[in-house]
């Protein structure tokens, strides 16, 4: 699975997955994707075969059932952060998304159009 990841997340997030073998990109680390707006970001991504890793759960839920309703083939997946079980600006929260998001690609076959939660039980 490749993976996109909004921009509220740090780079290094997508760092620490690249070292793990997984194909992960950031939106901090893309000049021309920050401050895209979430239907362009998703869009970006069905282009990229990537799913979107994001915690903007009601804007990307109503942009993700758009796409539903509009296009023939589904989405490559998005994987929602819930903010209360991962707030990203504790300390240690870029090694606690990281290894969620890691373990989730790794152990979790995604079939196309799937929506997963990472909720902090990970």
Do not use: K, Y
Not at 17 to 22: A, E, K, V, Y
Not at 101 to 107: F, G, H, N, P, S
Request: overall charge negative.
């Amino acid at each position: 699975m490749r993976l996109l990841i909004d921009e509220m997340f740090a780079a290094a997030i997508a760092e620490s997955l690249r070292d793990s073998g997984i194909d992960a990109i950031a939106i901090q680390e893309v000049p021309e994707l920050r401050g895209l707006p979430d239907d362009q970001v998703f869009v970006h991504a069905q282009l990229e075969q990537r799913c979107v890793v994001t915690e903007n759960i009601a804007d990307f839920v109503a942009v993700e059932t758009a796409w539903r309703a509009e296009q023939p083939r589904p989405h490559r997946g998005l994987i929602l952060v819930h903010p209360r079980g991962f707030p990203r600006h504790r300390r240690g929260a870029i090694g606690r998304i990281a290894q969620a998001l890691r373990a989730l690609v790794t152990e979790t076959d995604v079939e196309p159009g799937t929506i997963l939660w990472l909720d902090g039980s990970a």
